[in-house]
């Protein structure tokens, strides 16, 4: 019975210190930025349009109101507010999260890559 509690307090650390897997709180922005140099051949850090629009301010940006980009109607339409949660969500499979969005490509599947990607673009202020 001891051990049980213990490992109960143990998690319970864990838990109120935010030291639980949570997307946008890992502490490796230097790893996302080289996961990013896959989404550089589309995408620039400042706001730059390219193939995809730029990032720079992405976090808390509307999804779809880059001006000057041409963005499907779906991704218009998605009512998404980019924060660590969606990105994550997003980066992990794009047509799962905007069906018929412009974005071809399959998604991020390594969620502590992923993780680091959102940490480095939340950096893009």
Known sequence: MKGVRKTGVFIAVLVSTGATANPGYAQDAEHGKTIFKACAACHATDHANRVG??????IDRKAGTVPGFRYSDAMKQSGIVWDAKTLDAYLESPQKVVPGNKMTYAGVNNPTDRSDL????????
Request: glycine content about 14%; hydrophobic content about 45%.
């Open 118 to 125: 959102v940490t480095y673009l939340a950096t893009l202020k």
């Open 53 to 58: 629009p730029g990032l720079e301010g992405i």
